[in-house]
């Protein structure tokens, strides 16, 4: 018993002239169950917060050095990330951009086909965005129900033992006999509250990193969207200049070809595409 005694309530019953362990003495067998369960939840809550700190800090890490060495990265579209990597919530998000953008690959010549590919990437983005957000609230869920859990697991044991303490008691039965049960009883309650108070401080820290570091990954998730347009509409740019160019060199061939000159091979020409925006120049 001595071993699973709290050392914080050691400490808040230091002063009693009685000692700790008289009142766990006082418990009946439905109290001691209920403490022993709020030793266990003490230990959970304290394991899950500490946990979820480590990795709230190593996510953190990650994310920040991914994104420094992302903006010395001539091109987005370019990464290769091999499968069954352990990817941090940034990596993950390009991973999935870049997948979005590879079944396009050689297919971006006007600007609706940049428009379309945009919206593939946009909705692979958002689906990253919302598992990353699942992984990040993760070790959440057991810190809110010790907080709201373990006062009200406390005053159960506290109600049965001052119920059982009542039923007990005799038509002369003084206030001797009552006082030891119902210190006692109210055991169960201190320890809920030990439970719940660092519970509660933990989960509301917690809680705010968690919210900044969402924030963090939508900034980042609309700063890797923006991105990668301008990669792809430079890439049609450029597939709309080849095209323009072969044109250019069929049309310089038509004369040779009307005089039966020889000619030089030249690729197969293709519809020509639609001008784009403000591609003029290339025309």
């Known amino acids: ?12 019953l230091a002063d009693s002239a009685k000692g700790a362990l008289w009142y766990f003495q006082q418990m009946d067998s439905a109290g001691m169950a209920v ?3 709020l030793l266990i939840c003490s230990f959970i809550g304290w394991g899950a917060m500490i946990g979820k700190w ?14 420094r060495r992302l903006r010395d990265e001539p091109s987005v579209v370019a990464l290769n990330f091999p499968r069954g990597s352990n990817l941090g919530p940034y990596e993950f998000l390009v991973a999935e951009a870049v997948s979005a953008v590879q ?10 086909d940049v428009t379309l590919c945009m919206g593939h990437v946009e909705n692979a983005v958002q689906r990253g965005v919302a598992r ?9 869920v057991i810190l809110s129900s010790l907080v709201s859990g373990g006062p009200f697991l406390g ?13 007990a008691l005799t038509e002369k039965a003084s206030i001797a006999q009552l006082a030891p049960g119902v210190c006692g ?12 108070i660092p519970a509660t401080f933990g989960y509301n820290y917690l809680l705010t990193q968690v919210k900044i570091m969402t924030t963090e990954l939508e900034n980042f998730a609309s700063s890797l969207a923006d991105r990668v347009e301008l990669e792809l509409e430079g890439e049609a740019r450029r597939n709309f200049e080849a095209v323009q160019e072969r044109e250019r060199l069929l049309r ?6 009307a005089a039966g000159g020889p000619v030089a091979p030249a690729p197969v020409a293709t519809e020509p595409p639609a001008a784009l925006p403000g591609w003029e120049d290339a025309q």
Do not use: C
């Open 1 to 12: 018993m001595k071993v699973m005694l709290s050392p914080v309530l050691m400490i808040v």
């Open 185 to 196: 009883a109210l055991v169960t309650t201190t320890l809920g509250l030990l439970v719940a």
């Open 155 to 167: 005053l159960l044991g506290t109600v049965w033992g001052v119920m059982v303490t009542f039923g």
């Open 35 to 37: 403490a022993g369960v």
């Open 103 to 112: 079944r396009h690959k050689g297919r971006l010549v006007r600007q609706s």
């Open 252 to 257: 310089a061939a038509a004369p040779a070809v």
């Open 132 to 140: 990353t957000m699942v992984k990040y609230e993760d070790k959440m």
């Open 54 to 67: 480590s990795d709230v800090q190593e996510l953190r890490r990650r994310n920040h050095a991914f994104e």
